[in-house]
Protein backbone atom coordinates (compact mmCIF):
# COMPACT_ATOMS: atom_id res chain seq x y z
CA UNK A 1 0.00 0.00 0.00
CA UNK A 2 1.40 3.27 -0.95
CA UNK A 3 1.55 6.17 1.78
CA UNK A 4 -1.29 8.31 0.20
CA UNK A 5 -3.45 5.56 0.27
CA UNK A 6 -2.69 4.00 3.69
CA UNK A 7 -2.94 7.48 4.76
CA UNK A 8 -5.84 8.60 3.20
CA UNK A 9 -7.46 5.13 4.65
CA UNK A 10 -6.46 6.38 8.37
CA UNK A 11 -7.67 9.36 8.58
CA UNK A 12 -10.97 8.74 6.61
CA UNK A 13 -11.85 12.25 5.91
CA UNK A 14 -10.38 13.84 8.08
CA UNK A 15 -8.43 16.85 7.78
CA UNK A 16 -4.48 17.18 9.48
CA UNK A 17 -3.73 20.90 11.35
CA UNK A 18 -0.32 21.55 11.55
CA UNK A 19 0.86 23.17 15.05
CA UNK A 20 3.75 24.89 16.57
CA UNK A 21 5.05 22.21 19.23
CA UNK A 22 4.57 25.54 22.04
CA UNK A 23 0.85 25.94 20.62
CA UNK A 24 0.22 22.19 22.25
CA UNK A 25 3.16 22.47 24.98
CA UNK A 26 5.26 23.84 26.59
CA UNK A 27 8.36 23.27 29.43
CA UNK A 28 7.83 22.32 32.88
CA UNK A 29 7.17 25.60 34.61
CA UNK A 30 7.05 23.35 38.20
CA UNK A 31 10.02 22.48 40.39
CA UNK A 32 11.13 19.97 42.64
CA UNK A 33 13.89 19.80 45.70
CA UNK A 34 16.96 17.78 45.15
CA UNK A 35 16.39 15.74 47.99
CA UNK A 36 13.04 14.45 47.42
CA UNK A 37 14.92 12.55 44.62
CA UNK A 38 17.11 9.74 43.60
CA UNK A 39 19.18 7.59 41.47
CA UNK A 40 16.19 6.51 39.72
CA UNK A 41 13.91 9.42 39.54
CA UNK A 42 16.97 12.58 39.06
CA UNK A 43 17.37 12.47 35.01
CA UNK A 44 20.73 14.03 34.27
CA UNK A 45 21.74 14.75 30.22
CA UNK A 46 24.75 11.69 31.10
CA UNK A 47 22.15 9.22 31.64
CA UNK A 48 19.56 9.63 29.36
CA UNK A 49 20.66 7.19 26.58
CA UNK A 50 21.48 8.39 23.08
CA UNK A 51 20.18 6.86 20.06
CA UNK A 52 16.12 7.06 21.70
CA UNK A 53 17.71 4.06 24.27
CA UNK A 54 15.61 6.12 27.09
CA UNK A 55 17.20 6.49 30.46
CA UNK A 56 19.43 4.66 33.33
CA UNK A 57 19.62 5.23 37.01
CA UNK A 58 21.71 8.00 37.04
CA UNK A 59 26.01 8.15 39.01
CA UNK A 60 25.70 11.07 40.44
CA UNK A 61 22.99 13.45 42.36
CA UNK A 62 22.48 17.02 41.60
CA UNK A 63 24.34 19.87 43.29
CA UNK A 64 21.59 22.28 42.81
CA UNK A 65 19.17 22.42 45.60
CA UNK A 66 16.04 23.31 43.30
CA UNK A 67 15.49 21.79 39.68
CA UNK A 68 12.95 21.41 37.16
CA UNK A 69 10.40 18.68 37.75
CA UNK A 70 8.96 16.42 34.97
CA UNK A 71 5.59 14.08 35.36
CA UNK A 72 4.01 11.06 34.13
CA UNK A 73 3.71 11.53 30.49
CA UNK A 74 6.45 14.99 29.88
CA UNK A 75 8.75 14.24 27.18
CA UNK A 76 12.39 14.59 28.37
CA UNK A 77 14.85 16.03 25.94
CA UNK A 78 19.00 15.94 26.27
CA UNK A 79 19.61 19.37 25.27
CA UNK A 80 23.17 19.03 24.68
CA UNK A 81 24.43 17.65 21.32
CA UNK A 82 20.97 16.96 20.11
CA UNK A 83 22.55 14.49 17.17
CA UNK A 84 22.90 12.09 20.33
CA UNK A 85 18.83 11.24 20.10
CA UNK A 86 18.86 11.25 24.09
CA UNK A 87 14.99 11.29 24.69
CA UNK A 88 12.51 9.77 27.03
CA UNK A 89 8.27 9.69 28.10
CA UNK A 90 8.47 10.01 31.47
CA UNK A 91 6.63 6.97 33.19
CA UNK A 92 6.96 8.43 36.74
CA UNK A 93 7.75 11.74 38.42
CA UNK A 94 10.97 13.15 39.54
CA UNK A 95 13.36 16.19 38.35
CA UNK A 96 16.01 16.87 35.79
CA UNK A 97 18.91 18.60 35.47
CA UNK A 98 19.23 21.94 33.31
CA UNK A 99 20.57 20.33 30.41
CA UNK A 100 17.55 18.52 30.07
CA UNK A 101 14.46 19.70 28.66
CA UNK A 102 11.00 18.46 30.13
CA UNK A 103 8.21 18.82 27.71
CA UNK A 104 4.88 18.94 28.81
CA UNK A 105 1.48 18.99 26.94
CA UNK A 106 -1.06 21.88 27.92
CA UNK A 107 -3.65 21.50 30.06
CA UNK A 108 -6.45 22.27 27.57
CA UNK A 109 -4.70 20.18 25.06
CA UNK A 110 -4.18 16.87 26.81
CA UNK A 111 -7.79 15.82 25.52
CA UNK A 112 -6.64 16.18 21.71
CA UNK A 113 -2.93 15.33 21.75
CA UNK A 114 -1.99 11.94 23.76
CA UNK A 115 1.99 12.03 25.08
CA UNK A 116 3.03 8.54 23.55
CA UNK A 117 2.24 10.19 20.05
CA UNK A 118 3.86 13.22 21.00
CA UNK A 119 6.86 10.97 21.79
CA UNK A 120 6.99 9.28 18.81
CA UNK A 121 6.89 12.87 17.00
CA UNK A 122 9.85 14.18 18.97
CA UNK A 123 11.83 11.06 18.62
CA UNK A 124 11.12 10.94 15.19
CA UNK A 125 14.85 11.28 12.92
CA UNK A 126 12.69 14.77 11.40
CA UNK A 127 12.40 16.45 14.60
CA UNK A 128 16.26 15.56 15.34
CA UNK A 129 17.18 16.99 11.91
CA UNK A 130 15.38 20.11 12.53
CA UNK A 131 16.74 20.25 16.01
CA UNK A 132 20.30 20.08 14.65
CA UNK A 133 19.98 23.01 11.94
CA UNK A 134 18.53 25.50 14.74
CA UNK A 135 21.25 24.07 17.38
CA UNK A 136 24.23 26.75 18.36
CA UNK A 137 27.64 26.07 19.32
CA UNK A 138 30.00 24.04 16.98
CA UNK A 139 32.17 21.41 19.37
CA UNK A 140 29.49 21.26 22.22
CA UNK A 141 26.21 22.05 20.05
CA UNK A 142 22.78 22.73 22.18
CA UNK A 143 19.12 22.82 20.92
CA UNK A 144 17.51 26.53 20.66
CA UNK A 145 14.95 26.25 23.13
CA UNK A 146 12.95 28.81 21.36
CA UNK A 147 13.09 26.69 17.94
CA UNK A 148 12.21 23.83 19.59
CA UNK A 149 8.81 25.30 20.35
CA UNK A 150 8.40 26.02 16.57
CA UNK A 151 8.42 22.38 15.72
CA UNK A 152 5.33 22.09 13.17
CA UNK A 153 3.39 18.86 14.28
CA UNK A 154 0.64 17.57 12.85
CA UNK A 155 -2.94 17.36 14.65
CA UNK A 156 -5.66 15.04 12.83
CA UNK A 157 -9.13 15.69 12.74
CA UNK A 158 -8.74 18.73 15.70
CA UNK A 159 -11.60 19.61 15.80
CA UNK A 160 -13.37 16.23 16.92
CA UNK A 161 -10.65 15.26 19.75
CA UNK A 162 -12.52 11.71 20.26
CA UNK A 163 -11.56 10.93 16.59
CA UNK A 164 -7.92 12.68 16.55
CA UNK A 165 -6.90 10.76 20.03
CA UNK A 166 -8.84 7.45 18.07
CA UNK A 167 -5.93 7.90 14.81
CA UNK A 168 -3.06 8.77 17.27
CA UNK A 169 -3.86 5.49 19.06
CA UNK A 170 -3.62 3.59 16.16
CA UNK A 171 -0.53 4.98 15.09
CA UNK A 172 0.95 4.34 18.29
CA UNK A 173 -0.30 0.61 18.48
CA UNK A 174 1.06 0.08 15.26
CA UNK A 175 4.75 1.93 16.57
CA UNK A 176 4.79 0.06 19.65
CA UNK A 177 4.45 -3.12 17.52
CA UNK A 178 7.01 -2.54 15.48
CA UNK A 179 9.23 -1.31 18.30
CA UNK A 180 8.98 -4.37 20.40
CA UNK A 181 9.03 -6.56 16.89
CA UNK A 182 12.24 -4.68 15.96
CA UNK A 183 13.69 -5.26 19.58
CA UNK A 184 12.96 -8.64 19.74
CA UNK A 185 14.80 -9.14 16.37
CA UNK A 186 17.42 -6.99 17.12
CA UNK A 187 18.51 -8.46 20.46
CA UNK A 188 18.14 -12.05 18.53
CA UNK A 189 20.43 -11.00 15.98
CA UNK A 190 22.88 -9.77 18.59
CA UNK A 191 22.89 -12.50 20.45
CA UNK A 192 23.41 -14.92 17.15
CA UNK A 193 26.37 -11.86 16.77
CA UNK A 194 28.19 -11.84 20.10
CA UNK A 195 27.85 -16.29 20.02
CA UNK A 196 29.45 -16.22 16.19
CA UNK A 197 32.09 -13.65 18.14
CA UNK A 198 33.25 -16.00 20.96
CA UNK A 199 33.49 -18.68 18.16
CA UNK A 200 35.72 -16.06 15.73
CA UNK A 201 37.86 -15.64 19.51
CA UNK A 202 38.25 -19.34 19.96
CA UNK A 203 39.19 -19.73 16.47
CA UNK A 204 41.79 -17.00 16.18
CA UNK A 205 43.59 -18.12 19.70
CA UNK A 206 43.49 -21.43 18.39
CA UNK A 207 45.22 -20.45 14.68
CA UNK A 208 47.54 -17.88 16.86
CA UNK A 209 48.71 -20.51 19.52
CA UNK A 210 52.05 -21.91 19.10
CA UNK A 211 53.82 -24.92 20.92
CA UNK A 212 57.49 -24.01 22.22
CA UNK A 213 59.54 -24.55 19.50
CA UNK A 214 57.35 -24.63 17.01
CA UNK A 215 58.18 -21.36 15.60
CA UNK A 216 61.09 -18.86 15.72
CA UNK A 217 59.60 -15.86 18.36
CA UNK A 218 60.73 -11.60 18.29
CA UNK A 219 59.90 -8.95 19.53
CA UNK A 220 57.67 -6.52 17.70
CA UNK A 221 60.79 -4.32 18.32
CA UNK A 222 62.85 -6.18 15.62
CA UNK A 223 60.00 -7.11 13.28
CA UNK A 224 58.25 -3.70 12.61
CA UNK A 225 59.26 0.32 12.75
CA UNK A 226 57.03 1.99 15.28
CA UNK A 227 56.75 5.60 15.77
CA UNK A 228 53.81 8.48 16.10
CA UNK A 229 52.60 11.26 13.92
CA UNK A 230 52.97 14.83 14.22
CA UNK A 231 49.67 17.00 14.35
CA UNK A 232 46.31 17.79 16.49
CA UNK A 233 42.80 17.17 15.93
CA UNK A 234 42.80 20.72 15.42
CA UNK A 235 44.48 20.28 12.11
CA UNK A 236 41.70 18.36 10.76
CA UNK A 237 39.51 20.01 8.07
CA UNK A 238 36.28 18.82 6.54
CA UNK A 239 37.02 18.17 3.21
CA UNK A 240 40.71 17.74 3.25
CA UNK A 241 42.43 15.21 0.62
CA UNK A 242 44.00 12.61 2.91
CA UNK A 243 42.88 10.57 5.68
CA UNK A 244 43.56 11.65 8.91
CA UNK A 245 43.93 9.27 11.98
CA UNK A 246 43.37 10.41 15.30
CA UNK A 247 43.44 8.15 18.67
CA UNK A 248 40.62 5.84 19.10
CA UNK A 249 37.93 7.95 17.09
CA UNK A 250 36.81 7.93 13.44
CA UNK A 251 39.34 8.92 10.60
CA UNK A 252 39.39 13.20 10.11
CA UNK A 253 40.55 15.01 7.37
CA UNK A 254 43.93 16.76 5.88
CA UNK A 255 45.17 18.18 3.05
CA UNK A 256 48.80 16.78 3.63
CA UNK A 257 50.08 13.32 4.56
CA UNK A 258 52.96 12.09 6.39
CA UNK A 259 53.26 8.69 5.54
CA UNK A 260 52.76 6.51 2.42
CA UNK A 261 52.27 2.57 3.75
CA UNK A 262 50.62 -0.23 5.15
CA UNK A 263 50.28 0.32 9.11
CA UNK A 264 48.72 -1.05 11.94
CA UNK A 265 47.71 2.48 14.05
CA UNK A 266 46.75 2.31 17.72
CA UNK A 267 45.96 4.85 20.08
CA UNK A 268 48.90 6.20 22.47
CA UNK A 269 46.19 7.42 25.86
CA UNK A 270 43.14 7.90 26.35
CA UNK A 271 39.94 5.67 27.08
CA UNK A 272 41.27 3.13 24.33
CA UNK A 273 44.85 2.87 24.83
CA UNK A 274 46.21 -0.13 23.43
CA UNK A 275 43.56 -1.34 21.06
CA UNK A 276 44.07 -1.37 17.28
CA UNK A 277 41.80 1.31 15.59
CA UNK A 278 42.59 1.50 12.04
CA UNK A 279 44.33 -0.62 9.54
CA UNK A 280 46.46 1.90 6.94
CA UNK A 281 46.76 1.67 3.32
CA UNK A 282 48.29 4.30 1.61
CA UNK A 283 48.92 8.07 2.07
CA UNK A 284 47.76 8.85 5.20
CA UNK A 285 48.20 11.51 8.49
CA UNK A 286 48.44 10.74 12.22
CA UNK A 287 47.98 12.17 15.70
CA UNK A 288 50.95 12.71 17.93
CA UNK A 289 49.40 10.44 20.24
CA UNK A 290 48.86 7.50 17.92
CA UNK A 291 50.98 5.13 17.11
CA UNK A 292 51.85 3.63 13.29
CA UNK A 293 53.27 -0.11 13.02
CA UNK A 294 54.75 -1.35 10.10
CA UNK A 295 55.76 -4.48 9.46
CA UNK A 296 58.69 -5.51 7.52
CA UNK A 297 58.95 -8.09 4.58
CA UNK A 298 58.87 -11.35 6.76
CA UNK A 299 55.82 -10.26 7.99
CA UNK A 300 52.30 -10.63 6.23
CA UNK A 301 51.02 -7.12 7.89
CA UNK A 302 47.16 -8.51 8.27
CA UNK A 303 49.10 -11.42 10.43
CA UNK A 304 50.55 -8.56 13.10
CA UNK A 305 47.09 -6.87 12.63
CA UNK A 306 45.34 -9.65 13.85
CA UNK A 307 47.81 -11.09 16.53
CA UNK A 308 48.21 -7.10 18.36
CA UNK A 309 44.18 -6.88 17.63
CA UNK A 310 44.30 -10.08 19.75
CA UNK A 311 47.01 -9.55 22.76
CA UNK A 312 48.55 -6.33 22.81
CA UNK A 313 45.99 -4.91 25.32
CA UNK A 314 46.40 -7.57 27.82
CA UNK A 315 49.95 -7.52 27.22
CA UNK A 316 50.62 -4.00 28.14
CA UNK A 317 48.10 -3.92 31.28
CA UNK A 318 50.12 -7.13 32.56
CA UNK A 319 53.28 -5.28 32.12
CA UNK A 320 52.54 -1.85 33.65
CA UNK A 321 53.15 -1.20 37.06
CA UNK A 322 50.15 0.48 37.57
CA UNK A 323 46.88 -0.93 38.06
CA UNK A 324 45.60 0.51 34.35
CA UNK A 325 47.00 1.89 31.20
CA UNK A 326 46.72 5.83 30.06
CA UNK A 327 49.25 6.60 27.74
CA UNK A 328 51.97 4.42 25.94
CA UNK A 329 55.23 4.83 25.45
CA UNK A 330 57.48 3.79 22.22
CA UNK A 331 59.43 1.34 24.48
CA UNK A 332 56.69 -0.73 25.33
CA UNK A 333 55.86 -1.85 22.24
CA UNK A 334 59.41 -2.80 20.92
CA UNK A 335 59.45 -5.53 23.68
CA UNK A 336 55.79 -7.07 22.94
CA UNK A 337 56.79 -10.70 21.99
CA UNK A 338 54.94 -12.18 18.63
CA UNK A 339 55.49 -15.48 16.48
CA UNK A 340 57.02 -15.70 12.76
CA UNK A 341 55.94 -18.60 11.49
CA UNK A 342 56.42 -19.38 7.62
CA UNK A 343 55.19 -16.83 5.27
CA UNK A 344 52.60 -19.25 3.84
CA UNK A 345 51.45 -19.84 7.09
CA UNK A 346 50.57 -16.60 8.04
CA UNK A 347 49.04 -15.92 5.00
CA UNK A 348 46.64 -19.45 5.52
CA UNK A 349 45.78 -18.05 8.85
CA UNK A 350 45.15 -14.56 7.63
CA UNK A 351 42.84 -16.21 5.04
CA UNK A 352 40.72 -18.08 7.55
CA UNK A 353 40.68 -14.91 10.33
CA UNK A 354 39.68 -12.45 7.42
CA UNK A 355 36.53 -14.70 6.26
CA UNK A 356 35.56 -15.18 10.22
CA UNK A 357 35.77 -11.19 10.87
CA UNK A 358 33.39 -10.84 7.26
CA UNK A 359 31.01 -12.62 9.66
CA UNK A 360 31.24 -10.73 12.86
CA UNK A 361 32.36 -7.07 12.16
CA UNK A 362 31.75 -6.43 8.58
CA UNK A 363 28.51 -4.27 8.26
CA UNK A 364 28.74 -4.74 4.77
CA UNK A 365 28.25 -8.49 5.25
CA UNK A 366 26.63 -11.06 7.92
CA UNK A 367 24.68 -9.91 10.94
CA UNK A 368 25.59 -6.72 11.37
CA UNK A 369 24.25 -6.05 8.16
CA UNK A 370 20.63 -7.67 9.16
CA UNK A 371 20.32 -5.45 11.99
CA UNK A 372 21.18 -2.52 10.54
CA UNK A 373 18.37 -3.19 7.67
CA UNK A 374 15.94 -4.31 10.35
CA UNK A 375 16.38 -0.82 12.19
CA UNK A 376 16.02 0.75 8.87
CA UNK A 377 12.45 -1.15 7.93
CA UNK A 378 11.34 0.10 11.29
CA UNK A 379 12.47 3.55 10.10
CA UNK A 380 10.50 3.54 6.92
CA UNK A 381 7.32 2.61 8.59
CA UNK A 382 7.43 5.06 11.29
CA UNK A 383 8.04 7.79 9.25
CA UNK A 384 5.08 6.39 6.58
CA UNK A 385 3.23 6.90 9.86
CA UNK A 386 4.52 10.26 10.71
CA UNK A 387 4.14 11.53 7.47
CA UNK A 388 1.19 13.49 7.22
CA UNK A 389 -0.16 15.43 4.38
CA UNK A 390 0.14 19.50 4.53
CA UNK A 391 -1.79 21.92 3.24
CA UNK A 392 -0.16 24.67 0.41
CA UNK A 393 -1.01 26.79 3.61
CA UNK A 394 1.05 24.91 5.90
CA UNK A 395 3.44 24.21 3.71
CA UNK A 396 3.98 28.52 3.12
CA UNK A 397 3.73 28.55 6.86
Same mark, same amino acid.
Given at each position: MSHLSYMKKLLDGAEVEWKALGDVAEYSQTRVDASCLCASSFVGVDNLVANKGGRVDATYMPNTERLTAYELGDILLGNIRPYLKKVWKATYSGGCSGDVLAVRILENFKKIVSSDYLYYLLSSDDFFSYNMQHAKGAKMPRGNKAAILNYQIPIPCPDNPEKSLAIQAEIVRILDAFTAMTAELTAELTAELNMRKKQYNYYRDQL?? @???????????? $???????? *???????IENG $????????? $?????NTFDFDETAIITAGDGAGVGKVYHYAQGKYALHQRAYRIVPDDSMHPRFVYHYISAYFNDYIQKA??????? %? !??? +?? @?????? +????? %??????????????? !????????? +???????????????? #? #??? @?? *???????A
Open positions: LS @FEEGEVAWMTLG $EIAEIGTG *KHDTRDA $EYIFYARGR $EPLKLSVSSSVT %S !LRR +PM @FLKFPI +PVPPH %SEQSRIVEILEKFET !LTTSIQEGL +PREIELRQKQYEYYRD #L #LLS @FP *KSHSDEA
